[in-house]
């Protein structure tokens, strides 16, 4: 199973993707439990990769619980 709930709804790695990007992604790749705490409520952090272009992959951090997210982009 790879659906989440963030923020009170069902997300598929896609939509999780574009909650991060802002766009719809190529492709993302199940969502995992990023294990760590989100740095806003301290509530569980997950994790998504994706394709945001045929020539980038991103690692998107979401909290679960709060609007707080973050990218492995430097
Ligand atoms: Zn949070």
Redesign the pocket.
């Known amino acids: 199973m790879s659906n989440r709930v963030v923020e009170g709804r069902m997300v598929t790695p896609e939509r999780l993707a574009e909650l991060v990007e802002g766009e719809p992604p190529l492709e993302a790749e199940p969502i995992e439990d990023a294990e760590m705490e ?1 740095p ?2 301290g ?1 569980n952090v997950i994790s998504v990769g994706y394709m945001p272009s045929v020539t980038e992959f991103v690692t998107a951090y979401k ?1 679960q ?2 609007a ?1 997210s973050d990218t492995d982009r430097s």
């Open positions: 989100c806003d409520c509530g909290c619980d709060c707080w």
